[in-house]
């Protein structure tokens, strides 16, 4: 296959994966921004995330070298009036330039939490670094984090502790460029055969 319909393809294949932008900041208090595809969960108790890195060349990621130094990243939901900016942040910015400013998002803070989070954000979640694999099939690494603190805006968030996706703007991504909003389906009970419908 040609090399781009071949990069297409296959990051489009898996189909639509949530949309997120991870904010961290140097040492030095200068701030990223970096939009991420494949954020996924790795359990609840103790509560965990993950994602997955580029492979890292002589020169860092300034979001991987961030996380490794400070250990505090955060994972925020993409509104889905901000795609065009967030889609952005993946631009090869100088370490010196925040993603931030440049793409138009306003940086939030926790006390004594040293990654910022996007204020634009309806979905915003303090993560802690814990470790990192290094896939050797490709070369990339898969970092993974405790949670620390979830802040959820009111209209998103269910009685039951469940996320109304659709009332917090999220979108989701599909392959390097597409974007889509998310509309819910349905509820469905706990799946037990007891209560299995008959299809």
């Known amino acids: 296959m040609d090399r781009f319909y071949r990069l297409n393809l296959i990051n489009s294949v898996t189909g639509i994966k949530p949309g997120n932008l991870v904010g961290t900041q140097s040492t030095d208090g200068k701030s990223n921004l970096a939009i991420i595809s494949s954020v996924v969960h790795l359990g609840s108790n103790p509560p965990l995330l993950g994602f997955v890195m580029r492979p890292q060349q002589e020169v860092k990621h300034h979001t991987y070298a961030n996380i490794i130094e400070t250990g505090a990243y955060t994972i925020n939901h993409i509104p889905h009036q901000l795609t065009e900016q967030a889609h952005f942040t993946s631009a090869s910015f100088q370490k010196n ?103």
């Open 97 to 199: 330039d925040s993603e931030f400013d440049a793409c138009g998002f306003t940086e939030e803070h926790l006390p004594d939490f040293a990654a910022p989070f996007v204020a634009e954000s309806e979905i915003k979640v303090a993560m802690r670094f814990l470790e990192e694999i290094h896939i050797k099939a490709n070369n990339t690494i898969l970092i993974i984090g405790a949670i620390e603190h979830v802040i959820v805006s009111n209209k998103a968030l269910n009685e039951d502790g469940s996320i109304n996706l659709e009332s917090a703007n999220s979108v989701g991504i599909s392959g390097l460029n597409s974007y889509y909003k998310v509309s819910k389906i349905a509820d469905y009970p706990y799946a037990r055969l007891e209560n299995l419908p008959k299809f």
